[in-house]
């Protein structure tokens, strides 16, 4: 669907010409004009689909017809790569508009509190703010919510997973009840529904398939055992200096640094992230990959979700990623808005029965590739799903206790 379908004033057109956006995506296109008509909104779409755009367009466009002065717009975040990435999409879109924006989030030193305090108290259109951040200037009195019309809330699902509910709540009862309440979330768990229904008014729901990756993906995994991941995918990146930008995930803080050692031994660009890292350090890192200075992100998958970093080539996962949806948001990051790209998995045999709930939720068997012969030998793909309490035998002997004594089993087995 054409942008031009949708009752945007000029400014907004301005914006949407600048960003270089020429057809809506499926979630812009629900999403836009019931936002545009005042409705609250639960909407549903895996990473990667042009969320931010499907708020942010209609609420910016809502922004401008609202008096000056007062804080009208809170977006609420998980993290500050987020809030940061939100802030300049927001700079992007209203460039010919007059809407201020703030990021607001936790870490950096006394002098990043102390200019967000000044903006706060100077005030602005929007806040991008954390929860836990926001919930501090909350406590010192120092925020005026009485002009809020819009409470967003991006990557619902995130937020829930950090433990952020009660902080959500504490903020929200802060807010004016008349109010307009967006709610984006890649996952529909049952405690997103919860929260919904504690925080917007008779919502509409757009929902757009979420568990499948996008069309364009490749995607692969490799059977190995622990030992082989190391070798193997030094010999995968090795000669692929055509991809400019590659994402390996790992579920462990704790190895990021040891793969990020290992792949600089043999002389890769690589970086690593994870949360331990203190903001300023992650930034660096981030900005140093985004620029393509650094081939090679090794990240745990707090960034799995929400960063924007424009064509990925590849993304590895070192190990299975324990949610299956995760899977589906980590793959996510390659073919971004209709571009392709590659997913590679690598699996060991406690893997394999995860890795068969993956291909279970996207509905088809992922490409499976033979280890390079010089790794030597390696598993073969035989998901056994976890064994069962033992069965009754259907000996006749066993048969006859059961029916007279159904409730024996559990007795028998003490
Ligand atoms: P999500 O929040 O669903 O993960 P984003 O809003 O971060 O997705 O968008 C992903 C990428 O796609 C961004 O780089 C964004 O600029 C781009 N994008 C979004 N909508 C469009 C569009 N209509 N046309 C072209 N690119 C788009
Ligand atoms: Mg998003």
Redo the contacts with the bound molecule.
Sequence with gaps: MD?SEFDFGPEIWDGIEA???????P??EHSIPTILEGHDLVAC??????????YLLPVLDRILDLPAGGINTVILVPTRELAL?IDQ?IQGFSYFADVSAIPIYGGGDGSTWEQQKKAITEGSDVLIATPGRLISYINLQLIDFSSVKHLIL??ADRMLDMGFYNDLVKIVDQLPKERQTLL?S?TMPPKIRKLASNILKDPKEVNIAISKPAEGILQCAYMVYDKQKHALITSLLQDKSDLRSIIVFTSRKADVDGLVKEMKRHKFSCEGIHSDLDQKARENVLLSFKNRHTQILVATDILS??I?I?TIDLVVNYEVPADAEDYVHRV?RTA???RTGVAITFVNQDDQVKFKRIEDLIERDILKLPVPPELGESPVYNPQPPKKKRKWKSSSKKKNFKKKKPAGKQEKKK
């Design positions: 942008f960003m270089g956006f020429q057809k809506a995506t979630i812009q779409a895996q990473t990667g689909t042009g969320k931010t755009a499907a990435q999409q991006d990557e984006f890649a979700r929400g924007d424009d996510g971004r808005a209709e």
